[in-house]
């Protein structure tokens, strides 16, 4: 598997198992989010009928439609990644199982197997797991079904224990700043920063190389910080106030933004402690020397535990603004501007 970066021995439990005389009916790859699990289903996908009897060639007509969402054998449900287009986004319901499970009732179409690859697994109804699993437990011959979920502890134990699971770790940043150094005309500073936004997963770092738009929301976002955190309360009420309207509608992104927080005041806790070399934002170097200087190492910290405990606040659905405004009021002033 060519594409994957890192997790080198799960790609070795994937690869002997296709090769082996028993294909897998069934595979559970668990793992966060953008570190290479749908890449790694669609080239097993492509090995399994590709026309090579060595490996996933990538350059054969089977291999390329699958590689384009275009395989009439190869099915994606769910949220898909940034390559597939999709329209079966958010939960997956029974239905979609009903249809897929009259699909591989069927001979293949134009390959060797028929693969289905189900996205965010976590989100399949207790009814749509249910009927799976009559599948899972009774599969046709030529159809290999991929799992993918974050956490297999969201899904129903009969599900997990019918699959062959396969866990995918965070990645070491230093190899994805290797491979974007490698792969992709970016210099050895905007790599390493990349690298270390990531927080080990590869698939972010290389869609932030490829996609301007995600280079351009993240510098926005932390521009938006700067001002916050200078600003005055009402400023910082503004801010609320926006978040909580943005949260009612993509929680998602919200929970990205306070992550970058976070990133944003572990990099003022590094400059304080004297450990500036692991920063990751060093283009703002200045602004974090300058913002260091005006607090106290506890002051850091209790802006820290404050947006972890926003965070939890809002996983367990408290009031967006409440939890948010509680956030911004308890941010330090900053009283004086750098020059």
């Not at 969201?154 to 150094?181: A, D, E, G, H």
């Not at 990099?267 to 060093?282: F, M, R, T, W, Y």
Request: net charge negative; charged share 20%; proline share 3%.
């Amino acid at each position: 598997m060519k594409q994957i970066v890192g997790n080198d021995s799960s790609i070795s439990i994937i690869n002997s198992s296709a090769r082996s005389n028993s294909i897998p009916h069934a595979y559970l790859f668990e793992g966060p989010t953008h570190v290479g699990k749908m890449t790694a289903a669609k080239e097993l996908a492509m090995f399994l009928n590709c026309n090579s009897t060595v490996e996933a060639c990538s350059n054969c007509v089977q291999c390329k439609r699958i590689m384009n969402g275009t395989h009439a054998d190869v099915e994606f449900i769910g949220l898909s990644d940034n390559n597939i287009s999709s329209s079966n986004q958010g939960v997956v319901t029974i239905e979609q199982i009903r249809n897929i499970q009259k699909k591989i009732a069927l001979s293949p179409f134009e390959g060797k197997y028929r693969v289905i690859i189900i996205a965010e697994a976590e989100n399949l109804t207790l009814e749509a797991s249910n009927c799976l699993l009559k599948t899972l437990e009774d599969p046709p011959e030529g159809v290999v079904i991929v799992l993918l979920t974050v956490n297999s502890s969201n899904l129903l134990s009969t599900v997990v224990s019918r699959c062959l699971l396969v866990q995918f770790k965070p990645v070491n940043t230093n190899l994805i700043k290797s491979y974007l150094v490698d792969n992709y005309s970016v210099s050895e500073k905007e790599a390493f920063e990349l690298s270390r936004l990531s927080k080990g997963s590869p698939g972010w770092a290389i869609n932030a190389v490829c996609n301007t738009e995600v280079r351009d929301r993240f510098n926005k976002i932390v521009e938006k910080i700067d001002v916050t955190i200078k600003g005055d309360l009402e400023l910082r009420f503004e801010y609320a106030d926006d978040i909580a309207q943005m949260f009612r509608k993509e929680k998602k992104l919200v929970k990205d933004e306070l992550h970058f927080w976070l990133n944003y005041w572990r990099d003022i806790l590094l400059i304080k402690v004297g450990a500036s070399e692991l920063v990751i934002h060093n283009s703002r170097l200045e602004t974090f020397n300058f913002l260091s200087s005006q607090m106290t190492v506890d002051i850091i910290f209790s802006v820290i535990k404050k947006l972890l405990e926003t965070l939890d606040l809002l996983d367990r659905n408290i009031n967006p603004n409440l939890a948010i405004e509680q956030f911004v009021i308890s941010l330090p002033e900053i009283n004086i501007k750098p020059s």
